[in-house]
C-alpha cells in the first residue's frame, strides 16, 4: 500500500484539473489506510472500519442516484 501511495504521488500532478485532484486524495488515503494497518491495535482496526463503512455508504448512495436517473 505504501508502493502504491508513492507511485500514485509521483503521478498525481500530471492530472489535469479533478483528475489531478482525485489522484491526490487516493494517494492521501492510500497512505492514511497503510499507517493504520501498520499501527493496527484496536483503534487502528476501528478507523480502517469506519473509513470503509462510509465508502460502502457513498459506493451505494451513488448507485442508487446512478439507477435512478438512468
Do not use: P
Not at 504521488?9 to 486524495?25: D, K, N, S
Request: charged share 10%; glycine share 16%.
Amino acid at each position: 500500500m505504501l508502493l502504491e501511495w508513492l507511485a500514485t504521488l509521483a503521478v498525481a500532478w500530471t492530472g489535469m484539473g479533478g483528475q489531478c485532484m482525485l489522484r491526490y486524495v487516493k494517494g492521501a488515503t492510500f497512505c492514511l489506510s497503510a499507517l493504520l494497518v501498520l499501527i493496527g491495535g484496536e483503534h487502528g482496526n476501528f478507523a480502517l472500519s469506519m473509513i470503509f463503512g462510509m465508502l460502502f455508504l457513498v459506493d451505494g448512495a451513488l448507485q442508487i442516484v446512478a439507477a435512478k436517473g438512468g
